[in-house]
C-alpha cells in the first residue's frame, strides 16, 4: 500500500468511525494495521498474536492457506478484544473491501465492550501471552525443545477441558477448606439466626467427618486439578499448564457468543455502509460482499454471520412493532401478543448486552426464523443405492431444542474429575456425564495416553449412558471393562 493509499484509508477511517458512533456504537479505540496473507493467516491460526510456538499451529496455518489459495475461504480481517482494539486489515483488499471490514470490527468492537460475557476479559491478554510465550522459550532452552513440545502435545490435548464459569485468578478449595466450610457454612446474619443456634444446641453427636477425598466434590476443572495435585510435575510443567489455562479462560466469551458477535457485526457493518456516499459501482461491490458473507450455511454448518444477524434483524422488526403475517405472534393463550412500537433499536442494543448464544437463541430464534433459515433437522438414507439428506426433523420447537443441545459445553464432552486417589493407588478416575452423545472411543483412548504422561499413573475415565463403561490406560495397554 503506497502513501496516497495509505492516506485515503485513514481518511475513511476516521468517517466510518465516526458514523459508528452517530448510531450509538460504543467502542475501545481502534490500532488498524494493514498486513499481507500470510500475516492474517498466521493470526488466524495462532489465536492471538505473539503466542507459543507448536506444530499444531502451524497444521492449522497451511490448512487455511490452502483454502485460501483454492478459493473454499477467504479472511478479510482479524480483530482482537483488547484496549486498545487490535485489528489487522488483508493487504490484498480493495479500499471497498477495507472500508467493509473496518465497519465490521466496530461491530465487534461494541460488542466486545459492552457485552456482560466479556467483563472479565483481561484487556491486556497480547502482553501477557507475549510473557507466556517467552517463559516457554526459556524453558525450551533448559530442558529442550522435544522435552517441552511433548508435554505441551499432553496438555493441548486436553486444553477444552477446564471450568468455563471460573475466572483467572482461580483458587481451589483445599479438602481442609472444603471441611470447614461443611462443620461452619457461612450463613447471612437475619433477624432468625438464634433459631438456628439453638437448632444446633440440641445436637448431641456431632456429625461424623467424610471421608477424605481430592477432590472433595466432582471437578470440571481438568487443566487446574492437574496443574494443583499431579504428584509428580515439575515447576515448569505446573507453570505451562497454568498459562494454557489462562489463555482458554480469554478465549471463552468469544467461544460462547459467536453467533451473537458476528450477526452484530454484519448488522452494523450493513447500516454503517448504507449511510456513507458510496460511489454506485462500489454500492453494487458491497451488496456482493455482503451477500457473500451472509450466504447460508449447509446441512452439516451453520454460518453465524447469517443466523446472528438474520435474527438481530427479526428481533428489530418485531419490536418496532411490525407483524409477521406467515407467523403471528401469539401468548400461551393462543391471543396476539402485543408488541412496543419503534423499539426496534433499543431492544437490540439490549440483547447485544445480556445475551450469549444459548439464550439468544432460546429467546428469539422463533418458527418463523427456523423455516426461513432452513434449520430443520436432517439424516442420511439410502434411498435407491444411493445416500441422500433427508429432513429428520420438522418440529420447529424441536429443532431449536436440538441446535442448543449441540452447543451445550461448546460441543465437547462434560468430563470431570471424580477421584485422585482411585482405588487408594493415587491413580486418577474421570467421568464423561452421558447426554445422549456417546465418547469418541478412539479418541479417548489418545487422550488417556496423554494426560497419563501429566498424572504418571493410571488413568480411568467412566462412561456409557448409566456410568457402566470404563476405559483405563495403564502406561502399557488400554483396558476396557465394566465399571
Known amino acids: ?7 485515503e484509508l485513514e481518511k475513511w477511517i476516521d468517517i466510518i468511525t465516526q458514523k459508528a458512533a452517530e448510531l450509538g456504537l460504543d467502542f475501545y479505540p481502534v490500532h488498524f494495521e494493514v498486513v499481507p496473507d500470510h500475516v492474517i493467516y498466521e493470526l488466524g491460526s495462532y489465536g492471538l498474536p505473539a503466542r507459543f510456538s507448536h506444530w499444531t499451529f502451524g497444521r492449522d496455518y497451511h490448512i487455511q492457506k490452502t483454502m485460501y489459495e483454492y478459493g473454499m475461504a477467504k479472511i478479510y480481517e482479524i480483530v482482537f478484544n483488547t484496549d486498545p482494539c487490535q485489528a489487522f486489515l488483508l493487504e490484498s483488499n480493495s479500499m471497498l473491501a477495507h472500508k467493509f471490514v473496518v465497519a465490521h470490527v466496530l461491530g465487534h468492537n461494541d460488542f466486545f465492550k459492552n457485552n456482560v460475557y466479556f467483563e472479565q476479559t483481561d484487556r491486556k491478554m497480547i502482553e501477557k501471552v507475549r510473557l507466556h510465550s517467552n517463559r516457554i522459550r526459556r524453558y525450551e532452552e533448559e530442558y529442550g525443545p522435544l522435552v517441552v513440545e511433548e508435554f505441551l502435545d ?14 483467572a485468578p482461580f483458587h481451589r478449595k483445599t479438602p481442609e477448606e472444603y471441611e470447614q466450610e461443611r462443620r461452619h457454612p457461612t450463613r447471612h446474619a437475619t433477624e432468625f439466626d438464634d433459631l438456628w443456634v439453638i437448632g444446633e ?4 453427636q456431632p456429625e461424623p467427618a467424610p471421608a477424605r477425598r481430592i477432590p472433595p466434590e466432582p471437578d470440571y476443572d481438568l487443566l487446574g486439578f492437574l496443574r494443583d495435585y499431579a504428584p509428580e510435575l515439575e515447576r515448569w510443567q505446573r507453570d505451562i499448564l497454568s498459562m494454557i489455562r489462562e489463555e482458554m479462560l480469554y478465549f471463552v466469551p468469544q467461544m460462547r457468543t459467536k453467533i451473537m458477535n458476528e450477526g452484530w457485526a454484519s448488522y452494523w457493518h450493513e447500516r454503517i455502509l448504507s449511510e456513507i456516499d458510496l460511489t454506485p459501482e462500489e454500492h453494487f461491490e458491497f451488496r456482493r460482499m455482503h451477500s457473500a458473507v451472509l450466504s447460508p450455511g449447509s446441512r452439516m454448518s451453520l454460518n453465524p454471520y447469517y443466523v446472528g444477524y438474520t435474527i438481530f ?6 419490536w418496532n412493532g411490525e407483524p409477521d403475517p406467515d407467523y403471528p405472534e401469539t401468548d400461551w393463550r393462543d391471543e396476539p401478543l402485543p408488541r412496543p412500537q419503534g423499539e426496534g433499536l433499543k431492544k437490540i442494543f439490549e440483547v447485544r448486552q445480556l445475551e450469549c448464544d444459548t439464550s439468544f437463541l432460546r429467546k428469539y430464534l422463533t418458527e418463523g426464523l427456523v423455516k426461513r433459515l432452513d434449520l430443520y433437522t436432517y439424516k442420511q438414507e439410502e434411498i435407491n443405492g444411493e445416500l441422500v439428506w433427508v429432513v429428520q426433523e420438522t418440529d420447529w420447537r424441536k429443532v431449536r431444542d436440538t441446535l442448543l443441545d449441540s452447543m451445550t459445553n461448546f460441543g465437547i464432552p462434560v ?4 477421584d485422585g486417589d482411585y482405588q487408594r493407588r493415587g491413580e486418577l478416575l474421570l467421568k464423561h456425564h452421558y447426554d445422549g452423545k456417546p465418547l469418541d472411543k478412539d479418541y479417548a483412548r489418545r487422550t488417556l495416553r496423554y494426560i497419563y504422561q501429566i498424572w504418571k499413573r493410571p488413568v480411568h475415565i467412566q462412561t456409557g449412558p448409566n456410568g457402566e463403561e470404563m476405559i483405563s490406560w495403564d502406561g502399557k495397554e488400554i483396558i476396557e471393562e465394566p465399571a
Open 313 to 318: 434483524k427479526d428481533i428489530e422488526r418485531r
Open 154 to 167: 499432553a496438555v493441548l490435548s486436553i486444553e477444552y477441558h477446564f471450568d468455563i464459569h471460573a475466572t
Open 415 to 418: 468430563i470431570t474429575v471424580e
Open 201 to 204: 444446641e440440641r445436637s448431641l
Open 1 to 7: 500500500m503506497d502513501r496516497a493509499e495509505r492516506a
